[in-house]
């Protein structure tokens, strides 16, 4: 369900200025909260989003060909690219 809602605002959000910087807050949120979750296994975090799982993972990806289809701002760029980073670098192939 996130993934497709995730492809929904990847289309709305397209050569649309205003509804992508309304997506930027949401589309940070996720990410940041995937990343706490892997960088801090022992501290709870209030998320659906598991990076340390396949599904996490494939919400992780939508989030970032999101951010790099919408008029995203270069921050939330940024993190999309640190993102990939860390999948190229994972050793599990499935994740690469």
């Known amino acids: 369900m996130?993934?497709?809602?995730l492809r929904l605002?990847?289309?709305?959000?397209?050569?649309d200025v205003q509804a992508s910087e309304t997506m930027n807050d949401i589309l940070a949120q996720v990410?940041?909260?995937?990343?706490?979750?892997?960088e801090r296994a022992d501290v709870q975090v209030a998320t659906n989003t598991d990076a340390t799982k396949n599904v996490?993972?494939?919400?992780?990806?939508?989030?970032?060909?999101t951010v790099l289809e919408i008029e995203a701002d270069s921050g939330l760029r940024v993190m999309a690219i640190n993102i990939?980073?860390?999948?190229?670098?994972?050793?599990?192939n499935n994740i690469r």
């Open 56 to 65: 996490g993972n494939a919400i992780l990806y939508e989030t970032v060909l």
């Open 84 to 92: 990939l980073g860390k999948f190229l670098t994972n050793r599990d």
């Open 31 to 38: 990410s940041l909260q995937s990343r706490c979750r892997e």
């Open 2 to 5: 996130q993934v497709k809602i």
């Open 9 to 15: 605002l990847r289309i709305l959000g397209k050569g």
